[in-house]
């Protein structure tokens, strides 16, 4: 079997357009990927396009071998953009493997470990607001959800970070008080926060027990983790910004993070998460994927 085209498709959707990858072989197997590179689809397009003469002829299910090809060819290694597409690249792969000997593709990476997978919904605010998110937690409480979650508050598109914190320890306060200690509270702070800033909003939410902080920093620099570590108790959650093994060295060997939030279409497809994960194992680091369908 050999692959004799791989072509992207760009779907407009009501939140984000959406990079679907498909891989054809000549046996007439074709896998379906997708790329995570949110606003950025057409640099994605392009990627692949200079990526597309390294697969055609190739073998399909030399999955780990073309992994390697497609991340090092070149002067420069793959960074977020060409992570994104070797993501798809590399699910469209597995796709077709579990095709060609038919089997899904999660027994093929070992099978089934849980009969059942903890999930959480999306709570929504709008702006500061305290009563309508209070009531949509209660909401999802009545449907049987054991979390709630939202993302600290903006208005419009402008973000002012000292007002954001108040709100959202706002938010937390009157949250925790409306559905009581057996619910779980997240916060999701989309990287909106400078370190000095996550360091006070997250040392104030330690009062209302969150399951975690969502990436409370930016995403550029790893390093600077280390100082809110060094000054918070609260769970620290990041993961969907990083492409490959090497951008989350020093978040998992030094123990900086709490909860791996590696996204399937950045970080490199599942040859590459399942390598991270086996690592997040040995620091007690917890998987919690991101869905890279999900609204943002």
């Known amino acids: 079997m050999k692959i004799t085209n791989v072509e992207m498709f760009l779907v407009r959707g009501p939140n984000r357009n ?9 046996e007439g197997l074709s896998g379906i990927g997708e ?5 950025k689809e057409l640099a994605a397009e392009g990627a692949l396009e200079h990526l597309k003469p390294l697969l055609i002829g190739q073998d399909p299910t030399r999955i780990e071998h073309l992994w390697q090809i497609l991340f090092r060819i070149g002067s420069y290694p793959a960074n977020k953009i060409a992570g994104s597409v070797i993501s798809a690249i590399d699910i469209a792969l597995w796709d077709i493997l579990g095709k060609s000997v038919g089997l899904p593709v999660y027994k093929l990476l070992g099978g089934a470990v849980r009969d059942r997978v903890v999930c959480y ?3 929504r605010a709008r702006g500061f607001e305290v009563e309508p998110l209070v009531e949509h937690c209660l909401q999802t409480k009545a449907d049987g959800w054991k979390f709630a979650r939202w993302d600290i508050p903006q208005e419009g598109s402008l973000f002012e ?14 949250v925790r008080a409306a559905v009581g200690d057996d619910i779980e509270i997240i916060v999701d702070v ?3 926060l400078d370190p000095a800033e996550a360091v006070v909003f997250c040392r104030q939410a330690e009062r209302y027990r969150p399951f975690f902080i969502e990436d409370p920093l930016r ?3 790893a390093h600077s983790f280390r100082l809110l570590r060094q000054q918070v108790g609260v769970p620290i959650a990041t993961g969907e910004l990083y492409a490959g093994k090497w951008e989350l060295r020093e978040l998992i060997e030094d123990d900086l993070i709490d909860f791996c939030r590696l996204d399937l279409c950045v970080v490199g497809g599942f040859t590459e998460a399942k390598k991270i994960a086996g690592w997040c194992e040995t620091h007690y680091i917890k998987m919690v994927p991101h869905n890279p369908l999900g609204p943002v």
């Open 18 to 26: 959406y990079q679907i990858v498909v891989v054809d072989t000549d």
């Open 35 to 39: 790329a995570g590179l949110t606003h």
């Open 121 to 123: 919904p999306h709570n």
């Open 161 to 174: 970070p000292t007002r954001a914190i108040r709100g959202g320890l706002r938010q937390m306060e009157a």
């Open 190 to 192: 989309h990287t909106r």
């Open 219 to 221: 995403s550029e620099n």
